[in-house]
């Protein structure tokens, strides 16, 4: 009688012609999961250390960028006849919305990483967490384009619509806003390969692979 063909799915063992059983990702990873979250899993050395990095940039970036201000005195003449008046102008972060987002974005990525961490050991916790890297990943690059295009804009201006540039003013302030913008950019990227590593070993334990 000819062997039955059975074909391998999320619903645990599939077994091949040769006889041999293949377990899915259910019967893996997920199935682990689902009979019992507690369950311990070994620790990716590899991944958590790219999460601590990622915790670690965002922090660093967020607290730059939120005690980031400065107070230049500005000349502002009234008439020729009068001297000019030294008025104090405070450039400060929180005056523009998207360095508020940015920080918020920031703040919001590290204390997910760091309660990731906390759960790196249950299996329990795979798939949520990396559905929390997706959105992670998605509100780092969105904040890092959105401060990095407003510090362009600081930095050249925009003639067509007649905005001067302020960065030669305020030197020290877009330096540091700069500076938090590349370093959260470098802890996206982390995040990025942190997720990548983890679709791979999703994929390897696969049994459609």
């Known amino acids: 009688m000819e062997a039955s063909r059975v074909k391998p799915g999320f619903n645990g063992v599939g077994v091949g012609l040769d006889g041999s059983s293949r377990r899915g990702y259910m019967g ?9 979250s507690g369950r311990r899993s070994p620790v990716d050395a590899c991944g958590v250390s790219l999460r601590v990095f990622v915790l670690a940039a965002t922090l660093v970036a967020a607290v730059v960028m939120g005690v980031d ?4 005195n500005i ?3 009234l008439a020729d006849t009068l001297p000019p008046l ?17 920080v918020v974005a920031n703040a919001m990525v590290c204390v997910f990483s760091a309660a990731a961490l906390a759960a790196c050991r249950r ?11 997706l959105l992670a990943l998605a509100l780092l690059f969105s904040a890092v384009g959105a401060a990095a295009e407003f510090g362009i804009l600081g930095e050249r201006g925009n003639s067509h619509v007649r905005w001067a540039k302020v960065c030669n003013v305020y ?3 877009c330096e540091r806003a700069m500076a938090a913008v590349i370093v959260s950019l470098i802890g ?10 983890t679709i791979l070993t999703i994929h390897k334990s696969s049994s459609y692979y």
């Not at 893996?28 to 019992?36: E, I, K, P, S, Y």
């Open 171 to 173: 030197g020290a302030f």
């Open 86 to 102: 030294q008025v104090p102008v405070t450039a400060k972060w929180s005056y523009s919305s998207a360095f508020v987002y940015f």
């Open 188 to 197: 996206a990227f982390a995040n990025l390969v942190m997720l990548m590593l």
């Open 28 to 36: 893996g990873v997920g199935a682990a999961a689902a009979g019992g």
């Open 75 to 77: 000349e502002i003449t």
């Open 69 to 72: 201000r400065q107070t230049r």
């Open 123 to 133: 299996r329990g916790a795979v798939v949520p967490v990396m559905v929390g890297d």
